[in-house]
Protein backbone atom coordinates (compact mmCIF):
# COMPACT_ATOMS: atom_id res chain seq x y z
CA UNK A 1 0.00 0.00 0.00
CA UNK A 2 1.38 3.51 -0.28
CA UNK A 3 -0.15 6.90 0.55
CA UNK A 4 -3.51 4.90 1.56
CA UNK A 5 -6.05 6.76 3.05
CA UNK A 6 -9.90 4.97 3.85
CA UNK A 7 -12.86 6.86 5.26
CA UNK A 8 -15.79 5.04 6.70
CA UNK A 9 -19.04 7.13 7.41
CA UNK A 10 -17.52 9.60 5.89
CA UNK A 11 -14.71 10.38 8.05
CA UNK A 12 -10.99 9.43 7.59
CA UNK A 13 -10.02 6.45 9.61
CA UNK A 14 -6.44 5.35 8.15
CA UNK A 15 -3.91 8.55 6.87
CA UNK A 16 -1.23 8.00 4.44
CA UNK A 17 -0.38 4.60 5.17
CA UNK A 18 2.77 3.22 3.53
CA UNK A 19 3.44 -0.70 3.84
CA UNK A 20 4.80 -3.32 1.78
CA UNK A 21 4.91 -6.99 2.78
CA UNK A 22 7.70 -9.40 1.19
CA UNK A 23 6.88 -12.38 0.05
CA UNK A 24 6.94 -15.29 3.24
CA UNK A 25 7.22 -12.54 5.62
CA UNK A 26 5.03 -12.85 8.96
CA UNK A 27 3.83 -9.59 10.03
CA UNK A 28 1.61 -8.85 13.00
CA UNK A 29 -0.51 -5.37 12.60
CA UNK A 30 -1.05 -3.98 16.24
CA UNK A 31 -2.89 -1.12 17.99
CA UNK A 32 -5.83 0.06 20.30
CA UNK A 33 -9.14 -0.57 19.42
CA UNK A 34 -10.47 1.90 16.73
CA UNK A 35 -6.89 2.39 15.75
CA UNK A 36 -7.65 1.21 12.48
CA UNK A 37 -6.44 -2.30 12.03
CA UNK A 38 -9.79 -4.06 10.67
CA UNK A 39 -10.16 -1.32 8.13
CA UNK A 40 -6.52 -1.55 6.63
CA UNK A 41 -7.02 -5.35 6.15
CA UNK A 42 -9.75 -4.68 4.43
CA UNK A 43 -8.11 -1.89 2.12
CA UNK A 44 -5.79 -3.92 1.51
CA UNK A 45 -7.68 -6.88 0.45
CA UNK A 46 -10.16 -4.41 -1.81
CA UNK A 47 -13.08 -5.05 0.07
CA UNK A 48 -12.72 -1.57 1.19
CA UNK A 49 -12.26 1.42 -1.14
CA UNK A 50 -9.11 3.64 -0.75
CA UNK A 51 -9.78 7.58 -0.53
CA UNK A 52 -6.09 8.07 -1.77
CA UNK A 53 -3.39 6.25 -2.36
CA UNK A 54 -3.11 2.65 -4.11
CA UNK A 55 -3.01 -0.97 -3.10
CA UNK A 56 -1.32 -3.82 -4.93
CA UNK A 57 -1.22 -7.45 -3.97
CA UNK A 58 0.80 -10.11 -6.05
CA UNK A 59 1.77 -6.62 -8.50
CA UNK A 60 -1.32 -6.02 -9.73
CA UNK A 61 -3.72 -3.39 -8.01
CA UNK A 62 -6.34 -4.01 -5.92
CA UNK A 63 -10.17 -3.35 -6.42
CA UNK A 64 -13.59 -4.99 -4.97
CA UNK A 65 -13.76 -7.32 -7.52
CA UNK A 66 -10.28 -8.89 -7.31
CA UNK A 67 -9.87 -12.16 -7.62
CA UNK A 68 -8.36 -13.47 -4.38
CA UNK A 69 -7.79 -17.01 -5.26
CA UNK A 70 -3.92 -16.62 -3.79
CA UNK A 71 -5.39 -15.12 -0.67
CA UNK A 72 -7.06 -16.55 2.57
CA UNK A 73 -9.23 -14.09 4.58
CA UNK A 74 -10.38 -14.37 8.06
CA UNK A 75 -12.78 -11.35 8.97
CA UNK A 76 -13.34 -10.81 12.86
CA UNK A 77 -16.17 -12.71 14.44
CA UNK A 78 -18.77 -10.28 14.36
CA UNK A 79 -18.87 -10.18 10.43
CA UNK A 80 -18.34 -13.61 9.65
CA UNK A 81 -21.31 -16.24 9.39
CA UNK A 82 -24.13 -15.08 9.71
CA UNK A 83 -27.04 -17.08 10.67
CA UNK A 84 -26.65 -19.50 7.60
CA UNK A 85 -26.98 -23.03 9.14
CA UNK A 86 -24.57 -23.94 6.78
CA UNK A 87 -22.46 -27.05 8.55
CA UNK A 88 -18.68 -26.74 8.99
CA UNK A 89 -17.87 -28.71 6.04
CA UNK A 90 -20.09 -26.67 3.59
CA UNK A 91 -18.47 -23.52 5.15
CA UNK A 92 -14.83 -24.88 4.68
CA UNK A 93 -16.37 -25.82 1.07
CA UNK A 94 -16.94 -22.63 0.20
CA UNK A 95 -13.44 -21.93 0.75
CA UNK A 96 -13.07 -23.61 -2.52
CA UNK A 97 -15.83 -21.32 -4.55
CA UNK A 98 -14.27 -19.00 -7.21
CA UNK A 99 -15.37 -17.38 -10.34
CA UNK A 100 -14.74 -20.44 -12.68
CA UNK A 101 -16.00 -23.15 -9.93
CA UNK A 102 -19.29 -22.28 -8.39
CA UNK A 103 -20.49 -25.35 -7.59
CA UNK A 104 -19.97 -26.58 -3.45
CA UNK A 105 -17.33 -29.37 -3.55
CA UNK A 106 -17.64 -30.44 0.09
CA UNK A 107 -16.47 -34.29 -1.23
CA UNK A 108 -12.67 -32.16 -2.07
CA UNK A 109 -10.16 -34.03 0.65
CA UNK A 110 -8.96 -30.77 1.12
CA UNK A 111 -12.03 -29.73 3.16
CA UNK A 112 -11.42 -32.30 5.58
CA UNK A 113 -7.48 -31.91 5.50
CA UNK A 114 -7.98 -28.03 6.33
CA UNK A 115 -10.89 -28.66 9.16
CA UNK A 116 -8.08 -31.69 10.59
CA UNK A 117 -5.62 -28.97 10.71
CA UNK A 118 -7.51 -26.66 12.80
CA UNK A 119 -8.46 -29.85 14.88
CA UNK A 120 -12.55 -29.48 13.49
CA UNK A 121 -12.85 -33.23 12.11
CA UNK A 122 -14.64 -34.25 14.79
CA UNK A 123 -17.29 -31.54 14.01
CA UNK A 124 -17.60 -31.58 10.22
CA UNK A 125 -21.03 -32.21 9.83
CA UNK A 126 -22.31 -29.63 12.60
CA UNK A 127 -23.81 -26.18 11.78
CA UNK A 128 -21.93 -23.72 12.45
CA UNK A 129 -24.68 -21.49 14.27
CA UNK A 130 -24.79 -24.42 16.88
CA UNK A 131 -21.18 -23.79 17.33
CA UNK A 132 -19.02 -21.67 20.28
CA UNK A 133 -17.25 -18.69 19.00
CA UNK A 134 -14.23 -20.39 19.07
CA UNK A 135 -15.07 -23.33 17.46
CA UNK A 136 -16.52 -21.09 14.71
CA UNK A 137 -13.10 -18.91 14.84
CA UNK A 138 -11.46 -22.55 13.58
CA UNK A 139 -13.90 -22.93 11.18
CA UNK A 140 -13.24 -19.43 9.30
CA UNK A 141 -9.50 -20.17 9.70
CA UNK A 142 -10.38 -23.58 7.84
CA UNK A 143 -12.06 -22.06 5.60
CA UNK A 144 -8.88 -19.47 4.70
CA UNK A 145 -6.75 -22.14 4.32
CA UNK A 146 -8.33 -24.04 2.65
CA UNK A 147 -7.03 -23.27 -0.93
CA UNK A 148 -3.47 -23.35 0.46
CA UNK A 149 -3.07 -19.00 -0.19
CA UNK A 150 0.02 -17.40 -1.05
CA UNK A 151 -1.47 -14.60 1.21
CA UNK A 152 -3.52 -15.54 4.57
CA UNK A 153 -4.72 -12.11 6.16
CA UNK A 154 -6.03 -12.91 9.52
CA UNK A 155 -7.97 -10.37 12.41
CA UNK A 156 -7.79 -11.79 15.69
CA UNK A 157 -7.41 -15.44 15.09
CA UNK A 158 -7.07 -16.27 18.78
CA UNK A 159 -9.93 -13.98 19.78
CA UNK A 160 -12.56 -17.06 21.45
CA UNK A 161 -9.96 -19.44 21.29
CA UNK A 162 -9.06 -21.45 23.83
CA UNK A 163 -5.16 -21.54 25.05
CA UNK A 164 -4.42 -25.02 23.77
CA UNK A 165 -5.89 -24.63 20.46
CA UNK A 166 -4.26 -20.77 19.99
CA UNK A 167 -0.93 -23.26 20.41
CA UNK A 168 -2.55 -25.59 17.61
CA UNK A 169 -2.70 -22.50 15.57
CA UNK A 170 0.02 -20.79 16.28
CA UNK A 171 2.15 -23.55 14.87
CA UNK A 172 0.22 -23.95 12.32
CA UNK A 173 1.00 -20.41 11.26
CA UNK A 174 4.47 -21.52 11.58
CA UNK A 175 4.80 -24.45 9.44
CA UNK A 176 3.13 -22.33 7.05
CA UNK A 177 5.25 -19.23 7.18
CA UNK A 178 8.15 -21.83 7.30
CA UNK A 179 6.56 -23.38 3.99
CA UNK A 180 6.72 -19.38 2.45
CA UNK A 181 3.13 -18.20 2.63
CA UNK A 182 2.94 -14.74 3.14
CA UNK A 183 1.21 -13.76 6.86
CA UNK A 184 -0.54 -10.93 7.95
CA UNK A 185 -2.17 -11.01 11.47
CA UNK A 186 -3.91 -8.34 13.27
CA UNK A 187 -3.29 -9.16 16.91
CA UNK A 188 -4.24 -7.57 20.51
CA UNK A 189 -1.40 -9.40 22.06
CA UNK A 190 1.17 -11.37 20.36
CA UNK A 191 0.21 -14.43 22.68
CA UNK A 192 1.47 -18.16 21.46
CA UNK A 193 2.98 -16.47 18.16
CA UNK A 194 5.29 -13.89 20.33
CA UNK A 195 8.52 -15.61 20.07
CA UNK A 196 8.33 -16.21 15.55
CA UNK A 197 7.09 -12.51 14.74
CA UNK A 198 10.08 -10.24 13.60
CA UNK A 199 8.10 -7.23 12.42
CA UNK A 200 5.41 -5.70 13.92
CA UNK A 201 3.40 -2.85 12.33
CA UNK A 202 1.13 -0.38 15.17
CA UNK A 203 -1.24 1.97 13.93
CA UNK A 204 -1.93 4.83 16.20
CA UNK A 205 -5.44 6.74 14.71
CA UNK A 206 -5.17 5.29 11.24
CA UNK A 207 -1.34 5.98 11.53
CA UNK A 208 1.32 4.13 10.90
CA UNK A 209 3.69 5.00 14.51
CA UNK A 210 6.01 1.75 14.36
CA UNK A 211 6.88 -0.69 11.54
CA UNK A 212 9.86 -3.21 12.70
CA UNK A 213 11.07 -5.38 15.66
CA UNK A 214 8.06 -6.47 17.67
CA UNK A 215 10.34 -5.70 21.00
CA UNK A 216 10.81 -2.00 20.08
CA UNK A 217 6.75 -1.52 19.57
CA UNK A 218 5.75 1.34 21.63
CA UNK A 219 3.51 0.41 24.54
CA UNK A 220 -0.37 0.33 23.67
CA UNK A 221 -2.85 2.74 25.16
CA UNK A 222 -6.38 2.31 26.33
CA UNK A 223 -9.04 2.06 23.11
CA UNK A 224 -10.85 4.66 21.76
CA UNK A 225 -13.46 4.92 18.63
CA UNK A 226 -15.56 2.00 19.95
CA UNK A 227 -18.05 2.99 22.28
CA UNK A 228 -18.41 -0.39 24.22
CA UNK A 229 -14.99 0.05 25.59
CA UNK A 230 -16.25 2.43 28.00
CA UNK A 231 -19.77 1.08 27.95
CA UNK A 232 -20.58 -0.54 31.69
CA UNK A 233 -20.45 -3.92 32.34
CA UNK A 234 -24.15 -4.92 32.34
CA UNK A 235 -24.95 -2.71 29.11
CA UNK A 236 -22.19 -4.83 27.48
CA UNK A 237 -23.47 -7.98 28.01
CA UNK A 238 -27.10 -6.87 27.06
CA UNK A 239 -25.42 -7.10 23.58
CA UNK A 240 -26.83 -10.30 21.26
CA UNK A 241 -24.22 -10.36 18.44
CA UNK A 242 -25.00 -14.28 17.46
CA UNK A 243 -28.98 -14.02 17.50
CA UNK A 244 -30.06 -17.65 17.07
N1 LIG B 1 -18.76 0.12 9.81
C1 LIG B 1 -18.21 1.26 10.26
N2 LIG B 1 -18.81 2.45 10.06
C2 LIG B 1 -18.26 3.59 10.49
N3 LIG B 1 -17.10 3.66 11.16
C3 LIG B 1 -16.47 2.52 11.40
C4 LIG B 1 -16.98 1.26 10.97
N4 LIG B 1 -16.13 0.30 11.35
C5 LIG B 1 -15.12 0.92 11.99
N5 LIG B 1 -15.33 2.25 12.03
C6 LIG B 1 -14.47 3.25 12.65
O1 LIG B 1 -13.21 3.21 11.98
C7 LIG B 1 -12.15 3.35 12.91
C8 LIG B 1 -11.20 2.16 12.76
O2 LIG B 1 -11.93 0.98 13.09
P1 LIG B 1 -11.31 -0.47 12.91
O3 LIG B 1 -12.40 -1.45 13.11
O4 LIG B 1 -10.52 -0.51 11.67
O5 LIG B 1 -10.30 -0.49 14.16
P2 LIG B 1 -9.53 -1.73 14.81
O6 LIG B 1 -8.17 -1.24 15.11
O7 LIG B 1 -9.66 -2.93 13.95
O8 LIG B 1 -10.34 -1.91 16.17
P3 LIG B 1 -10.57 -3.23 17.10
O9 LIG B 1 -9.26 -3.54 17.74
O10 LIG B 1 -11.56 -2.77 18.09
O11 LIG B 1 -11.07 -4.33 16.22
C9 LIG B 1 -12.78 3.48 14.28
O12 LIG B 1 -12.85 4.84 14.63
C10 LIG B 1 -14.16 2.91 14.09
O13 LIG B 1 -15.07 3.49 14.98
Not at 37 to 60: D, I, Y
Not at 100 to 112: E, G
Not at 155 to 172: K, N
Not at 174 to 188: D, F, M, N, P, Y
Request: net charge negative; hydrophobic share 40%; proline share 7%.
Amino acid sequence: MSGASVARAGQRVLHDVDLRIDSGELVALLGANGSGKSTLLRAAVGVLPLETGCAHLFGQPVHRGSSHERVGYVPQESSEAGSIPATARETVASGLLSARSWWPRSRDPRVMDALDAVGMADLAGRPITRMSGGQRRRVMIARALVRAPRLLVLDEPFSGVDVPTQELIAGLFRELSAAGTTILVVLHETGPLAGDIRRAVVLDHGRVVHDGAEQDRPRLHPGHGHPEDAAPLDECLGQEIHPL
